[in-house]
């Protein structure tokens, strides 16, 4: 089972990690609702390296980002869910508006990001993670399966899909 910690504590979390020769992998997101497009995701990324640490935005963020009725989960709750994984080693939550300030505290090996980033767009954290030598990898999304999907479909009434009926 995962833990959270601190922002504050991720240095020393880095070191004892580096002294151990562990390899990390560092993604961040809100993971509200939690589906099985982000345990695919996550997991995937925990094959990356030794140790998965998932930042977590704070609600305010989300807010800012996502609108006034999200997240539907507050951060406490969606980092709890988060430590419960397997493949989830440590959350951390993050109030910014990127993952920067994880990144630098941080430092990973690896820096993973869902397929809605690429070459063309990369992740605002890509010349945080290459400044501290690290590498970023973008992960396929898993098609039609978003939060933004399963609040669609409930806010519809939940109509059953096709294959259900």
Request: glycine share 10%; net charge negative; hydrophobic share 40%.
């Amino acid at each position: 089972m995962g833990q959270i910690v601190a922002m504050a504590d991720l240095p020393a979390l880095r070191a004892a990690l580096i002294a151990a020769g562990r390899r990390i992998v560092l993604t961040n997101g809100y993971f509200d609702l939690l589906h099985i497009g982000h345990l695919r995701y996550l997991q995937q990324a925990r094959a990356l390296g030794d140790v998965l640490v998932v930042g977590v935005n704070r609600d305010a963020t989300a807010q800012r980002s996502k609108g006034s009725g999200r997240p539907i989960l507050p951060e406490d709750e969606r980092a709890e869910l988060l430590t419960g994984l397997s493949c989830v080693d440590y959350v951390a939550l993050f109030s910014e508006d990127t993952a920067d300030a994880l990144v630098a505290a941080l430092q990973p090996h690896v820096y993973v990001k869902g397929g809605d980033y690429g070459d063309a767009s990369p992740p605002p954290e890509a010349p945080t993670v290459r400044a501290h030598g690290g590498e970023v990898v973008i992960l396929p999304l898993v098609e039609g399966r978003s939060t933004t999907g399963i609040i669609e479909r409930i806010i519809q009434g939940y109509p059953p899909p096709a294959d259900r009926a």
